[in-house]
């Protein structure tokens, strides 16, 4: 109870609108108080523009951090297209739920995932929600989810500015990051230079730009083609001033890894793209430092 409660005639009476008004938190705000508090560093993964392979990212930054020794969390919030499940060939897993906590799905010793994909019954399911159901849905898969203590929370949104993302970073705090997702098409461009102005007006950081499906690896020779125009994601940083975290090549295997639930960077941990991934989280692995 706050100091104003305390010397208030109402206090024990009066509503939470009335508690709220007074500063005195509820008991929802205090419970996921106290799950961020164990959660060290908070990644938010998105993008301005849809088809950029920001799950993708997401999912590959998540189990690189994994297999670096860190503690993990993959969260997806893309609750009408969920990716993460078949990415990590967690298709038909479901949590458990205990004393109203869920238990999020485990993909490897240092790695836990939570989608709405494992709670449709279908693949054919459609989710028709509306704002408020899906900004009850978000809160409760971060504060009612048994994430324990992360070292980080890698956050998987849907293409946007809408609903969701804006949910995940007013929920986390100031405290979290973004990393913003393009491809060099300037068409994406213009799109995530409007994520990044975004993540600024609800008061978050933007970690970094990655640039990706930037030049094609050819499988037989191994070389790296310019297919489209490379360096729109260090040209934006260099407009905006947010940094760039670097360039992921279109790799077909890559491509086959999202489809058929392997891990690419332990399957080939020598690759250029795989060498990408490890130059990306460099900066996100020094926040642990």
Known sequence: MSDACKSCSSAGSCSPQDKAACGEKSEAEKELEKVLSRIKHKIVVLSGKGGVGK??????????????????????????????????????????????????V???????????????PSDDEAVVWRGPVKIGVIRQFIQNVAWGDLDFLV????????????????????????VVVT??????????????TFVGLVGATVLGIVENMSGFVCPDCGKTH???K??????????????????????????????????????YPESE???????IIAPILALDA
């Open 226 to 228: 310019e297919i489209f």
């Open 55 to 104: 799950s993708t990212v997401a999912a590959n930054i998540a189990m690189s951090l994994a297999r670096a020794g860190k503690k993990v969390g993959l969260l997806d919030v893309d609750v009408h297209g969920p990716s993460i499940p078949r990415l990590l060939s967690l298709k038909g897993q479901h949590p458990n739920v205990d004393d109203n906590m869920i238990e999020p």
């Open 230 to 267: 490379s360096g729109a994601g260090e040209k934006l940083s260099l407009e905006t001033g947010a940094p760039f975290l670097g360039r992921i090549p279109f790799d077909p295997e890559l491509a086959r890894a999202g489809d058929e639930g392997f891990n690419y960077l332990t399957v």
């Open 106 to 120: 485990a993909y490897a010793k240092n790695l836990w995932v939570m989608s709405t994909g494992f709670l449709l």
């Open 155 to 178: 956050v998987d949104c849907p293409p946007g500015t809408g609903d969701e993302p804006l949910t995940v970073l007013q929920l986390l705090g100031e405290e979290s990051k973004a």
């Open 273 to 279: 793209t795989a060498k990408s991934v490890e130059k």
């Open 183 to 196: 491809t060099p098409h300037m068409l994406a461009v213009d799109d995530v230079r409007r994520s990044i």
